[in-house]
């Protein structure tokens, strides 16, 4: 699937049911790793002691993502991007609770690396296990060109803000 088809999935309201159980335990997944014991915490200190706010926030999506991923024995892309995108809403609203960053400082292009960051470390480690082809995501990606995906911005102001 290249990341046209999993945008154009993810943004169609045309689920599986197999995708929305999915969705629902890795959600249920990564929201009780992420809230549980130490976990808050060390997410809070690995966006604090990353290079920038936004590489931090793709390093802790990346690292709950991949928890939840295992813990189920995989996860469809679309489930992937959908997960990653409330996991940043969430550790956002952590940071801004925390008094760690401010509500105004989050923006669209905020946004935009931290799914940036993400996307990159997923291809990475995607293909040092062996399950992707550099060529072709190189491919689909020069014919895509940079974009971003159509829910971030609305997620960026108005979940945030309910936060």
Do not use: W
């Not at 024995?73 to 550790?91: C, F, M, N, P």
């Amino acid at each position: 699937m290249n990341n046209e088809e999993m945008q154009a999935q993810v943004e169609s309201e045309d689920a599986s049911p197999e995708e929305e159980a999915q969705y629902e335990q890795a959600v249920e997944s990564a929201m009780t790793a992420l809230h549980s014991g130490e976990t808050a915490k060390n997410t809070v200190q690995r966006v604090m002691n990353a290079d920038s706010t936004e590489q931090g926030v793709a390093q802790a999506v990346f690292v709950l993502l991949r928890r939840a991923e295992v813990q189920l024995d995989g996860l469809e892309d679309s489930v992937k991007i959908q997960v990653s995108e409330d996991l940043v809403a969430e550790i956002l609203g952590m940071m801004v609770d925390s008094d760690r960053l401010q509500e105004a400082e989050i923006t669209d292009e905020m946004i935009e690396k931290i799914v940036q960051a993400i996307y990159v470390m997923y291809m990475e480690d995607t293909e040092q296990r062996g399950g992707i082809d550099a060529q072709a995501v190189e491919q689909d990606l020069a014919l895509a060109g940079p974009q971003k995906p159509q829910g971030m911005s609305a997620m960026s102001n108005q979940e945030v803000q309910e936060r």
